[in-house]
């Protein structure tokens, strides 16, 4: 009778442990709970970000080469239409002559206009339009020494300061 | 003899507790930069080089070359400013949303 007191005791203690042991721990259970959503949550929002970061990176890179692209393709236009000009001086400087030629002669009517004035307002109305044939010419002769300058070597004193600098 | 059979008991214990316990990361994973290899090795070219017997004509060309790549190496440029800032601001947002994550825990 004794021994089956003890076994009941034995077993009530048992279940009790059980209980008591299963109460005390809930909190670590629902910490760890707690802790393995987070954690899910966590690499969930970590695949995104690095998604989203992707796509961004993708976007830059393609806008990028699109861009440089595009340097490059202006670059070679230049490149063109510097050389078309290069090439085509002569017939430039060539018909910028002749119209030179068409403008002194124009002065020299323009002076003759001038003596040949009857009136102030005549004298005035040739003079402004020698004045005006003279600059014209300048800025003719001035494209022309400048067209002119492009096969000109760059003298060596200037040259030194340019060269000084770069490689 | 009993401390060796103690030790033996302690240790199954201890690997048997390890086997259901559940695997939590315990550091956040970075958020990775990664820009294409190829980009991230373009260089700026260096000015073009101006001999002793160049023509005007020549400077001129020399320069529309320095310019393109003046403007090739400031696109560069932007092109890693750009990129850098847009890694900075996910790494940013990912280190919020792991601490909103860390204060839900803690609480």
């Given at each position: 009778?004794?021994?089956?007191?003890?076994?009941?005791?034995?077993?009530?203690?048992?279940?009790?442990?059980?209980?008591?042991?299963?109460?005390?721990?809930?909190?670590?259970?629902?910490?760890l709970?707690?802790?393995?959503?987070?954690a899910?949550?966590?690499?969930?929002?970590?695949q995104?970000?690095?998604?989203?970061?992707?796509?961004?990176?993708?976007?830059?890179?393609?806008?990028?080469?699109?861009?440089?692209?595009?340097?490059?393709?202006?670059?070679?236009?230049?490149?063109?239409?510097?050389?078309?000009?290069?090439?085509?001086?002569?017939?430039?400087?060539?018909?910028?002559?002749?119209?030179?030629?068409?403008?002194?002669?124009?002065?020299?009517?323009?002076?003759?206009?001038?003596?040949?004035?009857?009136?102030?307002?005549?004298r005035?109305?040739?003079?402004?339009?020698?004045?005006?044939?003279?600059?014209?010419?300048?800025?003719?002769?001035?494209?022309?020494?400048?067209?002119?300058?492009?096969?000109?070597?760059v003298?060596?004193?200037?040259?030194?300061?340019?060269?000084?600098?770069?490689? | 003899?009993?401390?060796?059979?103690?030790?033996?008991?302690?240790?199954?214990?201890?690997?048997?507790?390890g086997?259901?316990?559940?695997?939590?990361?315990?550091?956040?994973?970075?958020?990775?930069?990664?820009?294409?290899?190829?980009q991230?090795?373009?260089?700026?070219?260096?000015?073009?080089?101006i001999?002793?017997?160049?023509?005007?004509?020549?400077?001129?060309?020399?320069?529309?070359?320095?310019?393109k790549?003046?403007?090739?190496?400031?696109?560069?440029?932007?092109?890693?400013?750009?990129?850098?800032?847009?890694?900075?601001?996910?790494?940013?947002?990912?280190?919020?949303?792991?601490?909103?994550?860390?204060?839900?825990?803690?609480?």
């Open positions: 009778m004794g021994k089956v007191v003890l076994i009941i005791a034995m077993l009530a203690a048992g279940i009790a442990g059980y209980f008591i042991g299963g109460w005390s721990g809930r909190s670590a259970k629902e910490a709970a707690k802790a393995e959503t987070a899910k949550e966590s690499e969930a929002q970590y995104k970000t690095r998604q989203d970061l992707e796509q961004k990176l993708a976007t830059i890179g393609t806008q990028h080469e699109a861009e440089k692209q595009k340097i490059i393709d202006e670059a070679n236009k230049q490149q063109a239409d510097f050389k078309t000009a290069v090439d085509t001086r002569e017939a430039r400087i060539s018909a910028m002559q002749k119209e030179r030629l068409g403008i002194r002669s124009q002065i020299t009517a323009a002076e003759q206009r001038v003596r040949d004035a009857k009136t102030d307002s005549e005035q109305a040739a003079e402004a339009d020698r004045q005006r044939l003279i600059n014209q010419e300048l800025a003719v002769r001035t494209t022309v020494q400048g067209e002119q300058c492009a096969i000109v070597k003298a060596p004193s200037l040259l030194v300061v340019l060269r000084g600098v770069a490689p | 003899m009993k401390p060796l059979f103690l030790r033996a008991g302690l240790a199954g214990l201890a690997l048997l507790a086997g259901c316990t559940t695997v939590l990361p315990v550091i956040p994973k970075l958020v990775p930069c990664e820009i294409a290899a190829a991230l090795q373009e260089t700026c070219a260096a000015p073009g080089t001999g002793p017997d160049v023509t005007y004509s020549d400077v001129i060309g020399v320069a529309i070359t320095d310019r790549n003046l403007r090739l190496c400031a696109e560069k440029n932007r092109f890693l400013v750009e990129s850098i800032n847009a890694c900075n601001a996910a790494i940013a947002e990912h280190n919020k949303k792991l601490d909103a994550i860390n204060s839900q825990i803690a609480k």
